[in-house]
């Protein structure tokens, strides 16, 4: 059965990251909700017309619409491909959404891994935080840069953007709601038996063999 799992953190925790270095290693596809969102307002569709301001506000756009975002995704995939959740859940009417999301497609949680790093760390990491404009990798001015100056390492594209909402003014907002509304459910996650917290202060890859360490060894 295929594997699903969240990744659980405060904004900047490194979610995206490691989930786009889980998806190479175990063929598994990410859904982020901030990611569709953001396609969403650009693409100037109903639900991007909602959303642009909450979003620039750091507050959080309403769970009927990121839940029906996220079902709609995954009846895209086939069974057996399983899901990173990065973004989503983030408030209790959530959870329990997403409980019945997988329920009625005869999916289950196997893994919730809780991305632990310090407020003033999240505030660098959002800050210096930049992403390719053609494929979306993501990047940092200090910790993450292209190996080749100012030219994707994955499509070689040399346009970069920054997102709206990455000021540090924002981000505090940001972090209040996670701390409000998205740290609160993690007990139901933990009643089952399935959370993990990981220490996302390491670097990079020491945070991903971590990972690794919970999901075990991927498939050849
Ligand atoms: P980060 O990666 O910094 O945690 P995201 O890209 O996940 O941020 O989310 C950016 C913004 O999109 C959030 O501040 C919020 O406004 C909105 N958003 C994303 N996911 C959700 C969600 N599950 N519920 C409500 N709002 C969301
Ligand atoms: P999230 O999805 O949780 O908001 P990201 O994965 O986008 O976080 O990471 C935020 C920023 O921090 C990005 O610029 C990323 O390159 C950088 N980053 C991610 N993980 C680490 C790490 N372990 N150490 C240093 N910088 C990191
Ligand atoms: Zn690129």
Redesign the pocket.
Known sequence: MAMEIILL?P???????QAGLIEEAYGMVQLSTGDMLRAAVKAGTPVGLKAKAVMEAGELVSDDIVSGIIGDRLDELGSETGVIF?GYPRTEAQAASLDEILKSRGRKLNHVIELGVDEDALVD??T??YTCAKCNE???DR??QPAKDSVCDECGSTEFKRRPDDNEETVRTRMAEYRGKTAPILPIYEERGIVTRVD?M???EE?ASSIRAILGAPPK
């Open positions: 953190g904004p900047g925790a490194g979610k995206g990251t990065d990491r959002i210096g935080r993501g990047y940092h910790h993450k996302g390491g670097g990079i945070v």
